[in-house]
């Protein structure tokens, strides 16, 4: 028998159904500012909007107003309350184009070659709260939604391919400490306090998910510049009805590439808004981010184990080099949400919407989740009836039986919603194999007793940080040192600093010595000798590599007064190249007839990975000497020291410098000598080309000298 829910439907091409399949365009136009009169939400034209209804000019206001109590009631009531975690985020729909190369392990149609599927992701920050800044030390969220013909799929994770905790029910116990403290509700947005670091040296599982935090990971320089991890381990099942145990992995083609410390720190005081920004602008102008999404194949056995790693366990990854992450599909964001609070704030992931060929498996953190997400919705969207919210509707038609609630938007006709029915003909019918029915994978279920424990496997918390440390190059093992010294500076109980020390003895000696030294405390010895079973996996560094420089911004800076002509066509040339050209200048106006886009008041070396000098702009009267003085730079004589300080920023992050003209005179008195990564010439394009090729690498690495990490 055929279900009524597949008929005529592919995965490609589909709008989104309500329940009672009506597609939005037949509802109600909610767009505002469109029409050529103001209404009230009942649609009567308004005489007025600016006034209310008052006894006379200088009267009290009247009760009557009703248009006065509708547009201030509305107004009390449009804050709902923030995600409890992953309160703050951005967002894109996008396309995901299937390569067909998962097919041989899952049904799934959205993994069938050539399917298209229309997706939503949101990006996210953990701890903070929804107005807090971009660019925090931070796990990031990386969830999408696939809107399948065959029901939505969920990929709800992180830019960390581990979690902190084993087992969900101690999810409110590890955000209870890394959430402010709850006196003051302070640090806002931070894990540098006690409590967080009292709950990870007690909780030694979270030392795996902590060492990625305080790697160069933890800050990220783009959303389009992270992995994304699925984390859990889930099940497939194909068209013969076989299982595989797979992990999933989203690959950036930008590559992965982080900011420095310092940078993050000034970019969350000068621009909070960065990450958001960011993507925004480069969907804007047409550089769309791009992911591989890709899956490790671990076959499935009654251990669920895979070269001794348990593969139930959060706390572990399986090392690329040991299993392959093979690509399956391509996601591109495309478009930019219309409506922030529509769509953004209001989307609702769910580890359980899982379409027909993908399954969850007894991961014991996976298994809580697919609890909460469904039930934090009910507050936070206000009722059951979330799913119906346009962004939330699922573009495969929907045939259920629930109805009624807070936020009911269906017009359900018919008489019978139950099954079976002698009354509505009684459908619906439910589907097999055949009609793509989800099946819950009939996987065995060791016998055993209740218990509340875990597997003796779960025991091993070192193997795997021992490992990422160790995969680590020289200058991503300073960045982490660096971390780890300014958050356990940050703690104030030396028990908890002591504690800590002793886990990172049991990471590295080195690591635990060197963090030591900065505290002004002892190193403890390892407790256990060190676990080096596991060999250092090098695709887990961010280093070596070369990749594409799209919509990377460089900040031109020119002196107005004695810009020419060229100037134009250095900026044709870096947009060419895909970058984004930033023109900077002492002041706004023009520059060789183009239009200023930043001034010495507005730009900070941390919106641009690479400068190009190209002029000395006279010093403006607004310069402000104290700026030098304060970031410890030498004064330059005869030029602006905002220009000098911007120079010098770039030169400390080991960001690529050029200069042409009499850009290099400026260079030179702002410090920087010849050395790598600084790049002059008469003219500039030389210049470009050899940035463009710095850029590669994303910085100059070899700057970042043993002592300044
Ligand atoms: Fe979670 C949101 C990722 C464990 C409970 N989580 C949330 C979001 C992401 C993750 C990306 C934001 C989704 C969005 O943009 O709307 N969470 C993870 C990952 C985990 C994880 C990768 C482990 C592998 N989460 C986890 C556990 C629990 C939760 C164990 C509860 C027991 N997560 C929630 C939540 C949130 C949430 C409280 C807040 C808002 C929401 O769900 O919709 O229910």
């Not at 706390?315 to 690329?320: C, G, L, S």
């Not at 300014?486 to 020390?501: D, I, M, P, Y």
């Not at 410098?657 to 010439?681: F, K, L, M, T």
Request: contains cysteine; aromatic residues 8%; charged residues 25%.
């Amino acid at each position: 028998m055929t279900d009524q829910q597949h008929q005529g439907r592919s995965t490609d091409g589909l709008e989104p159904r309500t329940p009672t399949g009506a597609a939005p365009s037949d509802e109600p136009e909610s767009a505002a500012q469109q029409g050529q009169f103001l209404t009230t939400s009942q649609g009567a034209r308004l005489r007025d909007t600016d006034h209310s209804l008052k006894a006379g000019r200088r009267g009290p206001v009247l009760l009557q107003d009703h248009h006065l109590r509708e547009k201030i009631t509305h107004f009390d009531h449009e804050r709902i309350p923030e995600r409890a975690v992953h309160a703050r985020g951005a967002a894109a729909h996008g396309v995901f184009e299937s390569y067909g190369t998962a097919s041989s392990v899952t049904r799934a149609a959205f993994l069938q070659h050539g399917a298209v599927t229309p997706t939503f992701t949101r990006f996210s920050t953990v701890l903070g709260s929804r107005g807090s800044a971009d660019t925090v030390r931070d796990t990031r969220g990386f969830a999408t939604k696939f809107y399948t013909g065959e029901g939505t799929f969920d990929l709800v994770g992180n830019n960390i391919p581990v979690f902190f905790i084993q087992d969900g029910i101690k999810f409110p116990d590890v955000i209870h400490a890394a959430k402010p403290h709850p006196d003051r509700e302070i640090p806002q947005a931070q894990s540098a306090h006690d409590t967080f670091w009292d709950f990870v040296s007690l909780h030694t599982e979270a030392q795996h998910h902590t060492l990625w935090n305080m790697s160069d990971r933890g800050i990220p320089r783009s959303f389009r510049m992270m992995e994304g991890f699925g984390i859990h381990t889930f099940r497939m099942e194909n068209a013969q009805g076989e299982h595989t145990l797979v992990k999933f992995h989203w690959k950036p083609a930008l590559g992965v590439h982080s900011l420095t410390w310092e940078e993050a720190q000034m970019v969350s005081g000068m621009d909070p808004d960065f990450h958001r920004r960011d993507l925004a602008d480069a969907i804007e102008s047409g550089a769309f981010p791009q992911w591989e999404l890709g899956i490790q194949v671990l076959g499935d056995n009654e251990n669920q184990t895979f070269e001794g790693i348990d593969l139930l366990d959060p706390t572990k990854i399986v090392p690329e080099e040991l299993a392959a992450v093979q690509a399956v599909g391509r996601l591109t964001l495309t478009r930019n949400p219309e409506n922030y609070f529509a769509e953004t704030e209001q989307v609702a992931f769910h580890p359980g919407n899982l379409p027909p060929g993908i399954d969850v498996t007894d991961d014991p953190l996976l298994q809580v989740r697919l609890f909460s997400y469904q039930d934090t919705q009910l507050t936070r969207l206000g009722g059951p009836n979330w799913n119906q919210l346009p962004i939330n509707r699922p573009h495969a038609p929907v045939n259920d039986m629930l109805r009624d609630g807070y936020g009911e938007q269906a017009d359900h006709s018919g008489t019978a919603p139950y099954r079976p029915n002698s009354l509505d003909g009684g459908c619906p019918f439910t589907a097999g194999d055949a009609e793509h029915a989800f099946t819950d994978l009939p996987v065995r279920v060791p016998e055993s007793v209740k218990n509340r424990e875990l597997a003796s496997s779960f025991e091993d918390h070192y193997s795997q940080p021992r490992m990422f440390w160790r995969s680590l190059t020289p200058v991503e093992q300073r960045h982490t040192i660096a971390a780890y010294s300014f958050e356990l500076g940050k703690c104030r109980e030396s028990a908890v600093r002591r504690r800590q020390l002793t886990c990172l003895a049991r990471i590295d000696p080195t690591l635990c010595q060197r963090v030591a030294d900065a505290l002004g405390m002892e190193a403890p010895e390892p407790a256990e000798p060190l676990d080096d079973r596991l060999d250092p996996s090098p695709a887990l560094s961010q280093l070596g590599r070369s990749w594409p420089v799209d919509g990377r911004r460089i900040g031109v800076i020119v002196d107005p007064d004695d810009a020419d002509d060229g100037l134009a066509d250095l900026l044709e040339a870096v947009a060419d190249a895909s970058m984004t050209p930033v023109l900077v200048a002492p002041r706004g106006g023009t520059a060789a007839g183009l239009p200023v886009d930043e001034t010495f008041a507005t730009a900070r070396s941390v919106e641009f990975d690479a400068i190009m000098v190209g002029g000395n702009p006279v010093p403006t009267e607004d310069a402000t000497p104290s700026l030098d003085q304060k970031a410890g730079a030498p004064a330059a004589a005869g030029i602006d020291p905002r220009l000098a300080l911007m120079i010098q920023e770039c030169w400390r992050h080991a960001k690529a410098i050029g200069a042409w003209g009499r850009g290099r005179q400026v260079i030179a008195e702002a410090g920087v000598q010849a050395s790598p990564g600084v790049v002059e010439d008469d003219r500039p394009g030389p210049v470009l080309d050899e940035l463009t090729e710095l850029l590669g690498a994303h910085r100059v690495w070899q700057r970042f000298t043993p002592e300044r990490a």
